[in-house]
């Protein structure tokens, strides 16, 4: 079976937790013998940024972490869908992409298209933000595979899409497994974005207060982290690490005592049922793990 993705981006992680769950996604279709394409934007916010912090080292890293994953570039606005798509199979649009684009297979699909098309939705807009999903046309999709049921059913209640299945994240246990390190060399880690403002009191009360508390020894990574944040990182005794490339995390955790999951607002209140990526991640590590 030939499959094609359309994604924001694979190769880079730098704030895009969609990577993670793709990359294995990716890696397990071609185990089983199938021909799988990958498409994203040349201009991802996701890779430029990566490269502006970290240079070409960072994706090359990526490369000889996962060999059989090479993203193919085009521009959304101007390359035609069909001749991307070619003799396909299954084609997957994942929700980062531009509505425009997304739309255009759509029609695409519904014009005669002999393939099966399906829509991934891997984040809380279809609760917080219904007006940006408005923007694109399902109508012409075969259906949405989406991260947790509590998105499944406002997809199914708004009649956005013809059908809608729950398709949880899960971690890829070829790269998630239990590491053995030489050292330890702190107490707590915890590898997550500040960003957005959607958890910034929860990092405070479930990570920060206990650590001081408890005078644990802690190292953050991640990315999106505002000066007044480091600062107060700074005050508190916790070393910041910066960004922390997705697939070196097991080493990492490997070095720790354990670590914690504070998820973001949306997920803990109009979306309950929805564990981000980092939790299955942790626990096929075997690092013991303290949930919010």
Same mark, same amino acid.
């Given at each position: 079976?030939?499959?094609?993705?359309?994604?924001?981006?694979?190769?880079?992680?730098?704030?895009?937790?969609?990577?993670?769950?793709?990359?294995?996604?990716?890696?397990?279709?071609?185990?089983?013998?199938?021909?799988?394409?990958? +498409?994203? $934007? =040349?201009? @991802?916010?996701?890779?430029?940024?990566? !490269?502006?912090?970290? /240079?070409?080292?960072?994706?090359?890293?990526?490369?000889?972490?996962?060999?059989?994953?090479?993203?193919?570039?085009?521009?959304?606005?101007?390359?035609?869908?069909?001749?991307?798509?070619?003799?396909?199979?299954?084609?997957?649009?994942?929700?980062?992409?531009?509505?425009?684009?997304?739309?255009?297979?759509?029609?695409?699909?519904?014009?005669?298209?002999?393939?099966?098309?399906?829509?991934?939705?891997?984040?809380?807009?279809?609760?917080?933000?219904?007006?940006?999903?408005?923007?694109?046309?399902?109508?012409?999709?075969?259906?949405?595979?989406?991260?947790?049921?509590?998105?499944?059913?406002?997809?199914?209640?708004?009649?956005?899409?013809?059908?809608?299945?729950?398709?949880?994240?899960?971690?890829?246990?070829?790269? +998630?497994? $239990? =590491?053995? @390190?030489?050292?330890?060399?702190?107490? !707590?880690?915890?590898? /997550?974005?500040?960003?957005?403002?959607?958890?910034?009191?929860?990092?405070?009360?479930?990570?920060?207060?206990?650590?001081?508390?408890?005078?644990?020894?802690?190292?953050?990574?991640?990315?999106?982290?505002?000066?007044?944040?480091?600062?107060?990182?700074?005050?508190?005794?916790?070393?910041?690490?910066?960004?922390?490339?997705?697939?070196?995390?097991?080493?990492?955790?490997?070095?720790?005592?354990?670590?914690?999951?504070?998820?973001?607002?949306?997920?803990?209140?109009?979306?309950?049922?929805?564990?981000?990526?980092?939790?299955?991640?942790?626990?096929?590590?075997?690092?013991?793990?303290?949930?919010?």
């Amino acid at each position: 079976m030939k499959v094609v993705f359309f994604v924001h981006a694979i190769a880079s992680c730098w704030n895009n937790g969609n990577a993670h769950f793709l990359r294995g996604v990716v890696t397990a279709l071609q185990r089983k013998g199938h021909h799988v394409e990958v +498409f994203e $934007p =040349r201009a @991802a916010w996701s890779r430029e940024n990566l !490269l502006a912090d970290h /240079g070409p080292a960072a994706l090359e890293s990526f490369e000889r972490a996962f060999p059989t994953i090479r993203p193919r570039f085009y521009d959304p606005a101007m390359d035609d869908p069909e001749t991307l798509i070619g003799d396909a199979d299954l084609v997957i649009a994942h929700e980062w992409n531009e509505p425009p684009f997304v739309n255009r297979l759509g029609r695409l699909r519904a014009g005669g298209g002999d393939f099966l098309l399906l829509f991934h939705d891997t984040h809380h807009r279809a609760a917080t933000s219904p007006d940006e999903m408005r923007r694109f046309d399902l109508s012409g999709f075969d259906g949405v595979l989406a991260f947790g049921s509590a998105i499944a059913d406002i997809y199914r209640s708004c009649g956005w899409a013809k059908n809608a299945w729950t398709w949880h994240e899960a971690a890829d246990t070829s790269i +998630f497994f $239990p =590491r053995i @390190a030489d050292e330890q060399v702190g107490d !707590l880690v915890w590898v /997550g974005n500040w960003g957005d403002d959607e958890r910034s009191e929860e990092i405070r009360e479930f990570l920060l207060d206990p650590v001081a508390a408890l005078g644990l020894s802690a190292d953050l990574f991640g990315v999106r982290y505002p000066d007044e944040a480091r600062a107060e990182l700074r005050r508190r005794n916790i070393r910041y690490r910066g960004w922390l490339a997705n697939h070196a995390v097991p080493e990492v955790f490997a070095r720790y005592r354990l670590t914690v999951h504070v998820p973001r607002r949306p997920y803990a209140t109009a979306l309950p049922g929805i564990p981000t990526i980092r939790v299955f991640e942790a626990l096929a590590c075997g690092i013991p793990l303290v949930s919010a």
